[in-house]
């Protein structure tokens, strides 16, 4: 299995603007699909967005859309995950994972990163 490494979290003022990157081998990347996830203290985690292997169809959380973008470049292996007016309730540590289809099911996705953390503060 390859690695997924994310970085570009920190601490942001409401109504702020962080771009997430996430690494990852050439293997993983050229054969999945890559999701974003994030995990609130005391929460389960959650899905925020997606986007396919070939076509970079992508698919959002509610809670999120309009506000997030999901993008990827092939050349680079990374996945980013741009994100404006960030809310204080978006403060999370925030996972990348790929998997083999699009999806917002977490179980379909089989490499995970660390994790960076995101604090919005109010």
């Known amino acids: 299995q390859g690695q997924l490494v994310e970085s570009g979290g920190g601490l942001v003022q409401a109504g702020g603007s962080l771009r997430l990157s996430c690494a990852a081998s050439e293997r993983t990347f050229s054969r999945s699909a890559m999701g974003w996830f994030r995990q609130a203290p005391g929460k389960d985690r959650e899905f925020v967005a997606t986007?396919?292997?070939?076509?970079?169809?992508?698919y959002y959380a509610e809670s999120v859309k309009s506000r997030f973008t999901i993008s990827r470049d092939n050349a680079k292996n990374t996945v980013y995950l741009q994100m404006n007016s960030l809310k204080p309730e978006d403060t999370a540590v925030y996972y990348c994972?790929?998997?083999?289809?699009?999806?917002?099911?977490?179980?379909?996705?089989?490499?995970w990163g660390q994790g960076t953390q995101v604090t919005v503060s109010s």
């Open positions: 986007i396919s292997r070939m076509l970079g169809s992508t």
């Open positions: 994972a790929a998997g083999k289809l699009i999806s917002s099911e977490s179980k379909l996705y089989d490499e």
